[in-house]
């Protein structure tokens, strides 16, 4: 019986060797071994064995890393390249779709990175970004939740005296209408901030003269920036010139120019007002009143749980008596009744994205959108990678004699792996040669739709360019990825035989992504639809007044004592029916004080606008009960009107001596309720209509809000606007020096649909480009098939089917794949829109139809697609296919 | 005149496949050595230095046959070349140089002179 040596070691053997050299050495080992096993028995041939096995494991026997010498690897390299391109000028139609779908997944899929990393850049230029808080407000009062950015003036200085942790705190205030004068230019500044005189030093905005110390400190000094200086000056310099502040023109000296704020800050201004100079502004000691935006900068930001529990004691401490005085509650009454009222701290960097309080200071982005985004252009991009897979696989049998060929000469599989894998490494840098060219076609449409302000030059950065080229690669590793280990897993032998199995009908992979496309594309699609069907819902609501042919006219301050005589002349005008003076318009009434139903404890916070006679009549609002003011009733000076929702809210039951009282003016105000009016939307559609009030703005009523000052409406006679707007102008600049400045009242409410619109814009434009790219796969499949399932048509025809037959045929696979796709995207999508929809107060549904529609519009822009070819193909001459027979 | 690159293993090894004239092969170059020199010789250092020398071109190999105690594989016969003689006599002639240049003193040891 023959011994046979230790399989385990032999196998070992086997494995490590040198091919060259192998069987020989293994028949010496064999040879020796039976010699010892005669002679000294199994054990000892054995272990000599495995000392033999164990010691010949070295350099010279073992089989080199490099089994073969790779001596010709640049002009391997060479060949790759240039059989990829002849490969793709060969079959322009596909390498065209490939690059196309391609280039157009990457450029969104860039865009939108660029979108997120300016989004997600907001704020960070800031030294110790991460240290700086902001105080904002919220509290309960009579079951309404509310919230602010702003926060009150003593707040500051109680922090930094008693608040260890808290380093630095600065305040300032925004003036939104602020007319500015310099020699003979004036121009109403939208964007003024008063600050404490370390705001230069608290934030990183540098200046470019001017001492950052010193430069806000006294009375009536002004840093401006350098546009602004650009505006005023031209260019001379502003140091030290005086410019006219506001409607009282007080001289303020100009003490620096910062530069202008970055982009991505959400502190935006124009010039900044020293604090001294408003008495009034900041030194009030009312921590009810939140008028202001305060920061802190902490030691550390782990402080800011210590600092909020001692900012808590603090406001306990404080409002509690102001409290008792305001509304007549005690602290503990205040909170048994369900009340709250607290300052909390939000991180300067969680402003811009997560932050959406009441009076922001510019209108913040929302990280849900920058995940939705992102989603979305992961999903495009996956979009395309999935048609060049599908395609490049799909057209398996074209290069597989190449493949069969290459093999048969000696090319290892590793070798055709990198050479498909440098195909689509070329497939995937031309497109992103042409996506790049895409963007910087597209990149001023983009600015606008993201309502951003970014340049291409961004793309140039350093950082920028290496994450570009590695995208590239990245793309083209995983796109060429799959074809790349499908096509080198053919044998020779296959191939050269002409079996290569054109099993691409069914092949199931590649039909789930076409599956998985269609899916993207029909939920983007039915996405787009509801979006589209809320904006219009939104836009046609009846808003409870007439909202067209109202202009609003700008610096009502201006008119100063003009105001009656600018009335007056208007209405000489068939052209301007009504005019009315206002504090406040749709779509912004924004002001609230507290107000008590007259006889009672009952509070309640009401928005509030202040009007004229005329403003029913101007804007025609419905009354429900009662009457509007009128200057028959001298008494209506103290009286009032409010909403529907106000009448209800404060439980009124007539009007017959109702009263309401407010608390604003130094002495408590009561005024006679004189009638209820329709609810009428003066906000964004996002909230049901919130309980208000509307009081006369003469004498003592300024106590509660603005004066009836700031904007003129006027309701225009139907018909073209243009002259009537240039006569407009004419009277204006007859009573006023300030700019004429208007706009329509309809557009400033469409205005506030703005981030809807943009919404409904993005989604559409992401649905068409999701459907294009998944058509232009779908073109090309069926292409493909097409031709492969030539010689099947054939004999189908020659059996007598006729086209129709075909053509029906060709598209029964591809429509069943879409139905599949709807069933799974149609609840889906159902659901998520459902969820968006719930944000808005007002809606509209999503009804059945209107998921059929979305499918059925995919499938139709499918079926066209196809249609080309399937009637091509059935319409061709069977002899054609069938000659090689 | 070129350097023959010849290690003392390498070289023992061709002299020996000399002695085996035709019938030198792995199993058969290790018995000569064994018995020869009294001293082991594993396959590992064998095949090397053979890999070595066939790679320097001293020695080439031919296949011989396959016989069962093998399990079938082939023998290797490995035979000396022309370069391989030179290199043989080259390393002779350095060494009897070297021998004949001692002084007779130092070589006063019995067996040797």
Known sequence: ?885 | MRKYQLGEFEEIVILTIGVLYKDAYGVSIKKEIESRLARNVSMGALHTALVRLEDKGYIKSFDGEATEERAGRPKKYFQITALGKKAMAYSKETRDELWSAIPKIVLEVKGLA
């Not at chain 1, 979305?376 to 048609?387: G, K, P, T, V």
């Not at chain 1, 597209?442 to 600015?447: E, L, R, T």
């Not at chain 1, 814009?761 to 480009?769: E, H, K, T």
Request: one cysteine or more; glycine letters at 6%; hydrophobic letters at 45%.
């Open chain 1, 1 to 885: 019986m023959k011994n046979l040596p230790p399989k385990l070691f032999q196998r070992f053997f086997r494995w490590y060797c040198n091919s060259r050299l192998r069987d020989h050495i293994e028949g010496d080992l064999i040879e020796i071994y039976n010699e010892r096993s005669k002679a000294h028995g199994k054990q000892n041939a054995d272990r000599k064995f495995v000392i033999d096995v164990l010691l010949l494991f070295r350099p010279g026997i073992i089989k080199p890393v490099n089994k073969y010498r790779n001596s010709n690897q640049g002009d391997m390299v060479a060949n790759y390249l240039k059989v990829g391109f002849r490969n793709i000028l060969k079959y322009k139609v596909y390498s065209g779709i490939n690059l196309f779908g391609l280039a157009v997944g990457m450029a969104a899929s860039l865009l939108i990175i660029l979108y997120i990393a300016d989004e997600l850049s907001y704020d960070r230029f800031q030294k110790d970004a991460d240290r700086i808080f902001r105080v904002a407000s919220a509290g309960r009062f009579q079951g309404s939740e509310f919230n602010d950015a702003a926060s009150s003036s003593p707040i500051a200085e109680a922090l930094m005296e008693n608040v260890p942790e808290v380093e630095q705190a600065v305040r300032f205030g925004w003036w939104r209408v602020m007319p500015m004068r310099y020699a003979d230019k004036s121009f109403v500044e939208k964007k003024t901030l008063v600050a404490d005189s370390n705001f230069f030093r608290f934030f990183s905005f540098p200046l470019i003269s001017g001492d950052p110390v010193t430069a806000l400190q006294g009375m009536n000094k002004v840093v401006i920036t350098e546009s602004a200086a650009k505006r005023y000056f031209g260019g001379e310099n502003p140091i030290g010139k005086i410019i006219l502040r506001g409607e009282y023109k007080a001289a303020t000296e100009i003490t620096g120019i910062a530069k202008d704020p970055p982009r991505n800050s959400h502190i935006q201004f124009d010039m900044v007002v020293s604090g001294e100079t408003s008495g009034d502004y900041l030194q009030n000691d009312q921590w009810s009143y939140t008028s202001i935006y305060t920061y802190v900068k902490m030691n550390s930001a782990a402080d800011a749980l210590a600092v909020k529990h001692k900012l808590d004691e603090l406001t306990e401490k404080n409002m509690g008596p102001e409290l008792e005085e305001i509304i007549g509650m005690s602290q503990q009454e205040f909170k048994a009744s369900g009340n709250s009222f607290e300052f909390f701290l939000q991180p300067l960097l969680d402003i811009h994205l997560k932050s959406d309080l009441g009076g922001e200071l510019t209108p913040n982005g929302n990280i849900q959108y920058l995940f939705i985004f992102g989603a979305i252009a992961a999903f495009i991009l996956s979009i395309a990678c999935i048609n060049f897979m599908n395609l490049s696989t799909a057209r398996s049998a074209t290069r597989a004699k190449e493949v069969g060929v290459r093999k048969s000469i000696g090319a290892m599989r590793s070798k055709l792996i990198v050479q498909f894998l440098s195909e689509s490494m070329i497939y995937s840098f031309i497109s992103t040669v042409l996506a790049l060219a895409i963007i910087g076609l597209v990149f001023p449409a983009f600015n606008t739709l993201a309502g951003k302000d970014l340049e291409l030059t961004l793309l140039a950065q350093p950082v920028v360019i290496i994450s570009i080229v590695g995208f590239a690669l990245a793309t083209g590793l995983i796109a060429g990825s799959y074809p790349a280990f499908y096509l080198t897993a053919f044998k020779p032998i296959h191939v050269l035989k002409g079996k290569v199995a054109v099993g691409l009908k069914n092949s199931s992979l590649r039909n789930s992504l076409v599956v998985f496309q269609f899916m993207i594309s029909i939920s983007l699609i039915l996405g787009s639809m509801v979006v589209y069907k809320q904006l219009k819902y939104m836009q046609s609501k009846d808003m409870g007044f007439d909202k067209e042919n109202i202009i609003v006219v700008n610096n009502l301050w201006s008119l100063d004592n003009n105001e009656a005589a600018f009335k007056n002349e208007l209405s000489r005008h068939r052209e301007f029916v009504k005019t009315s003076f206002t504090s406040a318009l749709p779509p912004r009434i924004t002001d609230s004080n507290l107000f008590r139903k007259g006889g009672t404890e009952k509070d309640v916070v009401l928005n509030i606008a202040t009007v004229d006679y005329e403003h029913l009549s101007t804007m025609q609002y419905t009354m429900s009960a009662g009457r509007f003011f009128s200057p028959e009733f001298p008494s209506d000076s103290t009286a009032i009107v409010l909403n529907e929702a106000a009448y209800k809210r404060m439980a009124f039951d007539g009007l017959d001596g109702a009263t309401v009282v407010n608390f604003n003016a130094p002495k408590p105000k009561l005024l006679k309720l004189i009638g209820v009016v329709k609810d009428f939307n003066f906000e964004s559609l996002r909230t049901t209509v919130k309980p208000m009030a509307i009081v006369l703005g003469v004498g003592s009523n300024v106590w509660m809000v603005r004066e009836a000052k700031n904007e003129i409406a006027i309701r225009m006679a139907p018909g073209d606007p243009a002259s009537a707007i240039e006569k407009l102008e004419g009277i204006w600049k007859k009573y006023s020096s300030s700019a004429f400045e208007f706009s329509f009242l309809d557009q400033n409410i469409e205005a506030m649909f703005r981030s809807e619109q943009r919404m409904s814009r993005i989604v559409f434009i992401f649905a068409s480009l999701a459907i294009v790219i998944a058509c232009l796969g779908l073109f090309g499949l069926a292409n493909y098939l097409g031709e492969q399932r030539g010689k099947e048509i054939s004999i189908r025809k020659v059996l007598g089917a006729s086209v129709p037959q075909v053509v029906i045929l060709l598209l029964k696979d591809f429509t069943l794949l879409i139905v599949i796709a709807f069933v799974i995207a149609a609840p889906l999508g159902w659901y998520l829109m459902s969820e968006w929809l719930d944000g808005f107060a007002y809606r509209t549904s999503i009804s059945v139809w209107l998921v059929l529609a979305a499918g059925s519009a995919s499938l139709l822009t499918a079926l066209f697609t196809i249609s080309y070819q399937s009637l091509r193909v059935a319409h061709e001459n069977p002899v054609n296919n069938l000659k090689g027979e």
